[in-house]
């Protein structure tokens, strides 16, 4: 990088929270070379996209997005463009882009962001487009920071990769197969936020509950999430994501044991019928998952559960779709992520017969939403004129006076306070309830 004129860059962040904290990554890796972040692309020297690869909708707007910025490369031939995260790992993808994108400079993947410095430095030499790509790695880069986005919550990265195979999901074939890290590293990072007035961490993983099968000795998620409940300073635990068929025994004990283990928990359930969800190898039944719930709620009775639902996956009949309905009014999911079926080349459901047309994917969502909201307004009617306890995260987005913060079951809070509040646990009375919020007053 040229010394004297100050350089800036922005990064554009698609799909889930490994993501978002990889992005904290590459923040972290350009501001050790001076970079500053900038808000707006049009000030940028260096434009960074993290891709998703999950549906069909995220992959389109980086295509889209990537058009639009021919003509800031042709205004600023110094800018430096950037593309990571999954849809790199896939070659047919980096061969479009390679093709049909000329303007993109650098191509990294998931396993190897470490490496962006020297990449940029290859180019800056160079200038020739760089692709750099490690399809799948067993290394787990360990001396890599993050510029977090916020200084009281922080991500970390407690495994990567997923084995499961669900046949609708491309994450597999982008992250590659599961790994845990050391305990020990997980344990020094936490310490280190704690330090630095963190105080609460969620535990990331495709899969946290087959947290430990990598290593060479004999650890779980549970012995883990134990490890990390006496780090004194840090005031709550969360984790995502968890797949019922790994949920144990000695996990629900761990919840329902660990003060600082907060009372919600994500569990993906995708479908309520057995044959859909034989067919996702998901491996677990709709009774498997009912029971499950069962045994969660009569341990931790306050905790507030949501998942994810996918409709429209091939072969769903409607008496299939019926299930997936019966099966949400019985559990009462307190919120879910709802996502109509996407066609993930390169995965075993892509090539199935029976997929569903798209007018219906579109009526059976519409039905899942309508379904769902009244559940989550009548669960939220349960924390009506109750106090709780709110981590303050940041000023609304509609009303500066409002602040907004979370409750351990991860309700969001609308209240009024002052900013100086952020970062703080305070109590707040809930007096006005809504579908997806809830309004109260500081005590
Ligand atoms: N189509 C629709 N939804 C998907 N998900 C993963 N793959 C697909 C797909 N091909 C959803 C699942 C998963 C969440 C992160 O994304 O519900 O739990
Ligand atoms: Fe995808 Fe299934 Fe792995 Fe989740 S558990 S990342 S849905 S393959």
Redesign the pocket.
């Known amino acids: 990088m040229k010394k004297n004129k100050q350089k800036y860059y922005h990064i554009i962040t698609y799909g889930?929270q490994m993501n978002e904290h990889d992005s904290e990554k590459i923040s972290w890796l350009l501001e050790d070379l001076g970079y500053v972040w900038t808000d707006t692309k049009e000030n940028s020297d260096f434009i960074v996209y993290n891709t998703c690869l999950?549906?069909e909708n995220a992959e389109l707007k980086v295509y889209g997005q990537l058009g639009a910025l021919k003509g800031l490369k042709r205004q600023n031939p110094d800018l430096i463009i950037a593309l990571c995260g999954c849809m790199m790992q896939r070659e047919e993808i980096r061969e479009i882009i390679l093709s049909k994108y000329k303007h993109v400079d650098i191509i990294f993947g998931t396993n190897n962001i470490h490496k962006l410095p020297q990449l940029i430095h290859r180019y800056e030499q160079t200038g020739d487009t760089i692709v750099d790509i490690i399809e799948d790695s067993r290394e787990i880069v360990e001396d890599i920071n993050a510029n977090r986005m916020y200084s009281y919550k922080a991500f970390v990265n407690i495994m990567y990769g997923c084995n499961n195979f669900c046949t609708?999901?491309?994450v597999p074939y982008t992250r590659g197969r599961e790994k845990s890290r050391e305990p020990k590293n997980i344990i020094n990072e936490i310490k280190e936020l704690t330090s630095k007035g963190y105080k609460e961490i969620t535990l990331l993983g495709q899969n946290v509950n087959s947290y430990g099968k990598t290593l060479n000795y004999n650890y779980s998620f549970a012995k883990l999430l134990r490890e990390i409940n006496k780090i004194e300073g840090l005031e709550r635990i969360r984790f995502m994501?968890s797949h019922p068929k790994d949920l144990s025994d000695e996990l629900i004990e761990a919840m329902a044991s660990l003060d600082k283990v907060c009372e919600h928990l994500h569990l993906?359930v995708?479908s309520g019928s057995n044959k859909i969800l034989k067919a996702m190898n998901r491996k677990y039944t709709r009774e498997e998952y009912l029971l499950l719930i069962d045994k969660i709620r009569k341990a931790i009775p306050e905790i507030a559960i949501s998942t994810?639902?996918?409709v429209g996956f091939p072969g769903e009949r409607e008496e299939d779709f019926e299930e997936t309905l019966d099966l949400v009014k019985e559990v009462r999911y307190d919120s879910a992520?709802t996502?109509?079926?996407?066609?993930?080349e390169g995965?075993i459901?892509a090539n199935m017969e029976n997929q569903v047309p798209d007018e219906i994917k579109h009526n059976r969502f519409q039905k899942l939403l309508d379904t769902l909201y009244p559940i989550f307004y009548e669960k939220n009617l349960n924390y009506e004129n109750k106090i709780v306890e709110v981590l303050v995260e940041e000023v609304s987005k509609n009303d500066p006076n409002m602040l907004t913060g979370r409750t351990r079951t991860g309700k969001l809070i609308h209240f009024k306070g002052n900013r100086e509040l952020i970062g703080q646990l305070v109590d707040v009375r809930i007096d006005k309830i809504k579908t997806f919020t809830l309004e109260g007053c500081l005590v």
């Open positions: 889930c999950v549906r609708y999901c491309i994501t993906p995708q994810d639902i996918i992520f996502f109509l079926y996407s066609i993930r995965t459901a």
